[in-house]
């Protein structure tokens, strides 16, 4: 017989976990208490319960292992709920740990309490309070089997303290059997000679490739089922990274901010190759002028993404990695070479550069990271940032761009690096993100500096929450409205002039960062990249930060507008 | 858009919030739902819902992909062209009656086979295990000749495959 908190640490010392992400409080001192004895999972502390799932988040992505968060009730608990929302977007495992309310106290309104599985009930893949002891071990057993099987998720177990202070069975299951929930783990041979069969007629075919591949670790055999067939690729940003970036096969992404070869492409592909991709809006433009030539074919794991947004004609419910293997049986090289040249050509001919701005541009920052870093693991904000740098950044395989692609949740990128680098304390991990991210989740340096991270933080400041801006510039006619962060109350009310002199910009982020005793340097000049990435490198005990102050109005091009089909691009914003 | 009525029978585990996780589905995504019914099974671990929707036949087919894909669900059986069973229970109470009122009750329930199951000297409550078509009609046979005397208490479908038909 042991206590239950001991189960839960034995528990997660059996399923593997090594790094648990958590915040203390009443209702989960007990569990703490009981992780405070061992050294096989190091307990991470973040400065705050949304930075803390993000990191675990990070982690996840990174190291394709299930990250594991616990916090406490009430507010510990409503802190995750952006971050669980995130990761199930994504479809990034995690297993998160809610303190509770004792049983007996459930439903009274007590201090702390919340219902936080109907809180997450409809962003989670599975949500569930123990009330039985004896349930315990089984539903922890369950929660690591569903959130890292089929289409991962992250999974809530909410622990009332009674639960954890009783004592019970010490038993944690080897097997799980839920008879509600059976991933697929096979593939329909009759279904894959099928999608061949009309591949192989096809004379302007086009692989579109999601995050889906690049979770389920197919990167290989999406190159070299390219490679074999000789078919373009064109990826989703989850997807970017399926096949090396640099491949001569790969066109771009594709979507409102996809280059101007890969919406092409897909605007006039006659078969549409789809792998792992879930049709978002920001990637289809105007659904009815979506492929309009092409017969679509559609492989996920998640039979609810298939025809869910895009109707398809052949579809395959199966793990990416098991489809491809079984395609790469069933295919040979096509005679499409007009075809690749086209795309090729467009993709030559049209680029996705920032040239048209003067000095120090997002692009040369990229590109030097490009040149400069082996095989970084990078990590985004939300908003231009993320845009430019999935525009730009280039990439050898999966689990090395990590981005809040569905939910788009700013203040994910520098703590999803902190658990990034957590899991992979050898790579280089680069936290790329705006001034107005930078400062939704800027307590981290705390946590970086206390556990001596040296990561890179790039922050471009132009001080506005550009993306929002540049929309209000396009179709707003300028009325930037909310979106300057040099605002002060004093400012006049529309201030269009170009000379205007702005206020001081706060923070001021090199002092921020040395006042969490990490270090700081900004960037004026083009010519100072290079100096401020080996001011970086020189510190190996703690984040430095590079604020690169970039033009104010810089936009992200080309651009889909709203509503529009994916080839109607302005491609000069 | 070819709208129209479907019907879907769900086996579900019999836990805390099953209920609140398929009702939150469908008012997350939008789904129009007409009834849901639920209740334990022969087996007290499984619950089984009867469902009642108007939609179109895309919307149709996700819902059921949703539904499955629920950690909680067990199986998801599409009821609404195949042959089952399917009766609602009513309760139509019928105030301010006076005695020619009355007569006029059980002369209807006579002719359609209903049932009192409790009256008063001026209510009558009758009970209906019809249909939820016909169960329909009785209201809007209730209500033409009581208008606003009529309170009206139903408990939606519960539906079962079919034994004899389906064995054909």
């Known amino acids: ?573 | 858009m070819n709208m129209k009525k479907r019907w879907i029978s769900l086996y579900v585990e019999n836990q805390i919030g099953v209920l609140a996780k398929i009702s939150g589905l469908f008012s997350g995504k939008s789904y129009n739902l007409d009834s849901l019914t639920v209740g334990e099974t022969e087996d007290t671990s499984v619950s089984r819902m009867t469902i009642g929707l108007t939609c179109d036949d895309i919307t149709f087919e996700q819902i059921k992909k949703q539904l499955n894909r629920s950690i909680e669900v067990i199986k998801v059986m599409d009821f609404t062209d195949i042959p089952i069973h399917k009766k609602e229970i009513l309760f139509i109470k019928i105030n301010s009656c006076s005695d020619k009122d009355r007569e006029e009750i059980f002369r209807i329930v006579n002719a359609f086979e209903l049932k009192v199951t409790d009256y008063s000297k001026k209510s009558v409550l009758v009970e209906c295990v019809q249909t939820e078509m016909k169960n329909n009609d009785m209201i809007a046979l209730f209500n033409r000749i009581f208008p606003n005397r009529i309170e009206v208490v139903r408990g939606g479908s519960v539906a079962v495959e079919a034994i004899s038909s389906a064995e054909r």
């Open chain 1, 1 to 573: 017989m042991i206590k239950g908190t001991d189960l839960f640490v034995k528990a997660l010392k059996e399923e593997g976990v090594d790094i648990l992400f958590g915040y203390p409080g009443g209702q989960a001192i007990d569990l703490f208490d009981s992780l405070y004895d061992q050294d096989d999972i190091e307990v991470i502390l973040p400065r705050h319960e949304q930075a803390l799932i993000h990191a675990a988040d990070g982690y996840a992505r990174s190291t394709g292992k299930v990250g594991v968060c616990l916090v406490t009730s009430g507010p510990g608990a409503t802190n995750l709920v952006t971050g669980i929302a995130t990761a199930n977007y994504d479809s990034v495992p995690l297993v998160c740990f809610t303190g509770q309310v004792p049983l007996g106290l459930m439903g009274n309104d007590a201090f702390q309490e919340v219902d936080i599985v109907g809180i997450t009930r409809s962003i989670c893949k599975y949500a569930v309070t123990v009330r039985k002891r004896e349930d315990l071990g089984r539903i922890i057993k369950e929660a690591f089997y569903i959130a890292r099987t089929g289409r991962p998720g992250p999974v809530v177990i909410d622990l009332p303290k009674d639960i954890q202070q009783a004592m019970g069975s010490a038993e944690y299951p080897k097997e799980v059997a839920i008879r509600s929930y059976k991933p697929n783990e096979s593939v329909h041979i009759g279904q894959i000679k099928k999608a061949a069969g009309i591949l192989k007629k096809a004379k302007k075919p086009l692989f579109l490739v999601g995050g889906g591949v690049n979770i389920s670790g197919a990167n290989e055999q999406m190159t070299k089922l390219a490679e074999q067939t000789g078919v373009p690729v064109i990826t989703t940003i989850m997807g970017k990274g399926a096949v090396p970036s640099s491949h001569s096969l790969y066109m771009g992404n594709i979507g409102i901010h996809g280059s101007y070869a890969a919406n092409h492409a897909v605007s006039e592909c006659d078969v549409l190759f789809s792998i792992g991709t879930r049709f978002n809006d920001r990637i289809t433009g105007k659904i009815s002028e979506f492929a309009p030539h092409a017969t679509i074919i559609h492989i996920d794991i998640d039979s609810a993404s298939i025809s869910k947004n895009i109707v398809v004609d052949v579809p395959i419910v199966a793990d990416a990695k098991l489809a491809i293997e079984a395609l790469l049986e069933h295919t040979t090289k096509l005679s499409v070479e007009p075809w690749v040249k086209q795309v090729t050509q467009w993709k030559e001919q049209y680029p996705i550069n920032m040239e048209r701005y003067e000095g120090l541009t997002p692009e040369k920052v990229i590109r030097y990271i490009n040149e400069h870093f082996e095989n970084p693991i990078v990590t985004t904000d939300v908003g231009q940032n993320q845009l430019w740098t999935t525009q730009y950044l280039e990439i050898e395989s999966n689990r090395q761009l990590l981005t809040s692609g569905g939910l788009g949740t700013m203040g994910y990128g520098f703590p999803a690096a902190v658990g990034a680098k957590l899991g992979n304390p050898e790579r280089d991990v680069i936290a790329i993100s705006g001034d107005g991210g930078m400062q939704m989740n800027i307590q981290e340096l705390a946590t970086a500096v206390a556990l001596e991270l040296p990561l890179t933080l790039v922050v471009f400041n132009n001080g506005y929450l550009g993306n929002v801006r540049q929309w209000q510039e396009m179709f707003f006619n300028k009325r930037y409205s909310s979106t300057c962060l040099t605002y002060r109350k004093s400012c006049e009310r529309d201030c269009m002039n170009k000379d205007k002199c702005c206020p001081k910009y706060t923070p001021d982020f090199v002092k921020l960062a040395e006042s969490y005793d990490a270090y700081g340097i900004r960037v004026m000049k083009e010519e100072d990249i290079e100096k401020a990435f080996a001011y970086a490198k020189e510190h190996k005990n703690a984040p430095t930060l590079i604020e690169f102050i970039i033009e104010r109005e810089a936009n992200v091009s080309p651009m889909v507008p709203g509503g529009k089909p994916l080839y109607d691009m302005i491609m000069d914003c």
